[in-house]
């Protein structure tokens, strides 16, 4: 159906005759030719075959003319004319809040300004408030608004996102009048950072889900309320759309906003060779424009001859490839997780009880647990001595008897500077799990931090490289290392690449992992949680594994304890 983009080439044609100062009645009709379209339940096409467009009210002769055309040409051509006499920018401008069309004209008229960064310097210099109806005040307002702008538009790690925009769609679901709902884009992905959240919805009356969206506790602006489509600025700093989409179109709308765009145009490119088109409403025939499929994502791929590809990799590199020859891989799932091997108490640095631990991970449905606090020289977080470690030790014991969870007695050993580890090997050896990670002396050239870490690998009482590349989200990069020598050493030792499942983190990335695993690498992913709550970080991890095209046969945390231990025993 091409009602839509029919409605939203006559907002544009409105929003330009305001941007030249056209006369308000035809800036009217086009605004409520566009209502009457988004309104109408019939495909606009076949009103046009049977020749009743001016029937439909809102709709006059001059309108139903430019459907007729866009129907037969994709475009109208007054409205092409139009885009063309106006200045390019103009519309950008009109994207800070606090701009509407007659001022994005004035702006550029008078002082020239075509872009966001000019119309910056413009405020500051005081120049904005000399042309007429303008103070000081609109001034200030502008400055906020370009500054809510590009706020908004940074992009933020998942671990700030996620948790809110699961929320957020749980309030809709609430709504009753509400049917489907789904996250689609980046966030359905799982990329580690996100630009905005995207939510389909379908509902017969979207005006009860448009007021819960817009009034959700954690909005702090409404930039547009609709009844197809509404935008609001969270308290994090994030911008959140929900659409609402015809039942017959959800599939078809979730596959497209999912993303990510390099897929979806190769997925375009398949359908065509079909003699088919795919775009938010639905899959068509070329010929005859009918639809074939776009009430859910699996009848999409299904039109084009593929299985349904999880958001994951619908990254553009080669899923599509091999979802034809059904070569896809079986992801790895949350459910498959057995147990998390990293994790700190009040041992160390973390702020519960083994116990409380425990108690956490066995809720979470785990066979097993291992407790991994810092090691003797980290004093500053409170590193357990070789001393302190028979009482920790037993201390594990005894939250293992009473929880009923296997409690396996591990460390977080610190990688020294030249490569030895920090415990001697009979206190190693009496552990049942050796997690070694560097968090010193961070800043060593490349050959000698990669030599530091693949002599921490070849210890054989390591288990698991921790966090091999050090990097903190947004704060910290990586260490110089060498990380296809650290593969080489974990597939040569045997040691075990760990996917660091804190959201700080995510260590190994996405890209990095799947490297790994083609390798054939053994992974764990671990939490690294330093409280009770943080073990739920475990979604974030599956989520890097996930995009990185790994198994659960690629994880040794997936394996139940049995398995696990004579894995341990074996090393
Ligand atoms: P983000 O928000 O920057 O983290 O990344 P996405 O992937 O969520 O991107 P966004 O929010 O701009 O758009 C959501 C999805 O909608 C995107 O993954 C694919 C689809 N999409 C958006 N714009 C276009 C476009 O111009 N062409 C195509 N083919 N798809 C688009
Ligand atoms: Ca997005
Ligand atoms: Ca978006
Ligand atoms: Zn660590």
């Given amino acids: ?9 006559f907002n544009d044609i409105a929003d330009m005759l305001e941007i030249k100062g056209e006369s308000p009645f035809r800036i009217t009709a086009y605004r409520r030719a566009a209502r009457a379209l988004e309104g109408l339940t019939e495909d606009v096409a076949a009103i046009a075959a049977r020749g009743e467009l001016e029937e439909i009210p809102g709709i006059g002769k001059g309108t139903a003319e430019k459907i007729q055309e866009f129907l037969r040409t994709g475009t109208s051509k007054y409205y092409e004319e139009l885009r063309a006499s106006l200045p390019p920018g103009i519309t950008t401008l009109m994207s800070v809040p606090e701009v509407g069309p007659r001022t994005a004209m004035l702006l550029y008229e008078r002082l020239g300004i075509k872009t966001i960064d000019e119309l910056e310097q413009a405020c500051k210099a005081g120049k904005v408030r000399k042309l007429p109806r303008m103070g000081e005040r609109t001034e200030e307002n502008i400055l906020k ?13 998942i671990g700030q996102v996620l948790p809110h925009a699961q929320e957020l769609v749980a309030a809709l679901r609430g709504v009753k009048e509400v049917n489907q709902v789904s996250v689609a884009g980046s966030l359905r992905r799982m990329k580690e950072s996100i630009g905005d959240i995207d939510i389909l919805v379908t ?3 979207p005006e009860p889900v448009m007021e819960v969206f817009t009034t959700f506790g954690r909005v702090k602006q409404v930039l547009a309320k609709g009844s197809t489509r509404s935008s609001v600025v969270l308290d994090v700093g994030i911008q959140a759309d929900v659409r609402v989409v015809e039942p017959e179109s959800f599939g078809a709308a979730l596959q497209y906003f999912t993303g990510s765009k390099d897929h979806n145009v190769k997925l375009r490119e398949k359908a065509v060779k079909k003699g088919l088109k795919i775009n938010e409403y639905g899959v068509f025939h070329v010929q005859d424009d009918r639809r074939i499929a776009g009430r859910t994502e699996e009848e999409v791929y299904a039109a084009v001859g593929l299985p349904w590809i999880p958001p994951e990799i619908r990254e553009d590199q080669g899923e599509i490839e091999l979802a034809e020859r059904a070569g896809l891989p079986k992801l790895i799932e949350l459910g498959d997780m057995h147990g998390d091997l990293q994790m700190h108490t009040r041992w160390s640095d973390g702020s519960d009880s083994v116990e409380a631990m425990a108690k956490a ?6 066979e097993y647990l291992a407790i991994t606090d810092h090691s003797q020289s980290l004093k500053f977080v409170g590193g ?7 009482e920790h030790a037993r201390a594990a014991k005894k939250a293992s008897d009473k929880v009923g969870i296997a409690v396996l007695m591990g460390t977080e050993c610190d990688i020294l500077p030249d490569g030895r580890l920090d415990y001697p ?67 040569r030792t045997g040691t075990a690449l760990e996917i660091n499942a804190s ?9 990095q992992a799947k490297t790994a695993k083609e390798r054939g690498a053994q992974l764990v992913i671990s939490t690294d949680a330093h409280n009770r709550y943080q073990l739920k970080y475990m979604e974030f991890g599956i989520g890097i594994a996930r995009r990185a095209w790994i198994e659960a046969t690629n994880v040794l945390n997936t394996l139940p304890l049995v398995q696990l231990q004579a894995w341990l025993h074996e090393r």
């Fill in 1 to 9: 159906m091409q009602n839509r983009a029919i409605a939203a080439m």
């Fill in 145 to 157: 608004g370009i500054a809510l702008l590009r706020r908004t538009k940074e992009r933020l790690p």
């Fill in 203 to 205: 509902s017969a009356n």
């Fill in 361 to 366: 991970a066995k809720a979470l449905g785990y």
């Fill in 384 to 390: 357990v001595t070789v001393d302190e470690l028979r």
């Fill in 425 to 491: 090997d009979d206190a190693l050896r009496d552990l049942d799990v050796v997690v070694c990670s560097v968090h010193s002396r961070l800043r060593m050239p490349r050959q000698e931090m990669t030599a530091r870490i693949v002599k921490a690998m070849e210890n054989r009482h390591t288990d698991i490289l921790g966090h091999p590349t050090g990097r903190l989200l947004g704060q910290r990069e990586a260490y110089e290392i060498d990380l296809e020598q650290l593969i080489d050493a974990a597939l």
């Fill in 503 to 511: 959201p700080q983190r995510l260590d190994l990335n996405d890209v």
